[in-house]
């Protein structure tokens, strides 16, 4: 009864640092998804894949990479952090076409310094 | 493109009174409609969502909301709220056709009960 796993769940960097957010679900879901929530603005969406070997471009992709390694994980990286993106982070998942909606993970809470 | 606006940012309301968090969306295509609830320090789980039919849905905790086409509106209902409300609601559209599965979300309204 996973569902939808993001680690870690806290991270302090320092400016210009890089890290990976690590997300896997095991639920058979085909498609994945990388939000950021900032207060007042709610959920954008960074990165997604729709399916195994996809990954396109939301709505706030400057300054992330990521890399669908699998049907079952979907990784976040950030190659050089700037205090702009302190943020929570959330992975979901879902089946396209069920109208299912998604599954989240619980966050990562990262702060820039 | 598709949006949400969700009117209140921030909604107080006394234990056992009712409340509505107000959500409008724009598009001009059929939609799929969620609501989303997210607790303190938690992620989000959904509440209830509007795929096609009855224009009230029922979820749980006992929200229901009610699909109004012609005012492109999804609002949230409660006829009697208690202190474990108290959290962030998420209005989100998508769009049934698109292979992509996107959620496009609004702002959020916080819901706070006092006692």
């Known amino acids: 009864n996973a569902g939808v796993t993001q680690t870690p769940k806290f991270q302090v960097l320092k400016t210009g640092q890089s890290m990976t957010l690590q997300c896997a679900q095991d639920m058979n879901h085909n498609s994945m998804y990388w939000y950021r929530q900032d207060p007042g603005m709610g959920l954008r969406l960074i990165y997604y894949?729709?399916?195994?070997?996809?990954?396109d471009k939301g709505e706030v992709p400057n300054g992330y990479n990521v890399s669908r390694l699998n049907k079952r994980e979907f990784s976040l990286r950030l190659e050089s952090a700037a205090p702009s993106q302190t943020s929570v982070y959330f992975c979901?998942?879902?089946?396209?076409?069920?109208?299912?909606?998604?599954?989240f993970g619980s966050g990562t809470r990262l702060t820039v310094v | 493109a598709q949006s949400v606006t969700q009117l209140d940012s921030q909604v107080p309301v006394f234990e056992e009174a009712p409340v509505e968090l107000r959500c409008n969306y724009s598009s001009s295509v059929s939609v799929y409609l969620f609501w989303y609830v997210q607790y303190p320090n938690q992620g989000l789980q959904l509440l209830l969502k509007?795929?096609?039919?009855?224009?009230l849905v029922k979820g749980i905790n006992g929200f229901e909301a009610e699909f109004n086409k012609s005012q492109t509106s999804f609002h949230l209902r409660k006829p009697s709220v208690h202190i474990s409300d108290t959290a962030e609601y998420f209005c989100?559209?998508?769009?049934?056709?698109?292979?992509?599965?996107?959620?496009?979300f609004g702002q959020g309204t916080t819901l706070q009960v006092k006692p």
């Open positions: 894949s729709a399916s195994e070997g996809t990954t």
């Open positions: 979901a998942s879902s089946h396209i076409g069920t109208g299912d909606g998604y599954t």
């Open positions: 989100a559209v998508s769009d049934p056709s698109s292979n992509t599965g996107k959620l496009i």
């Open positions: 509007y795929l096609s039919g009855s224009t």
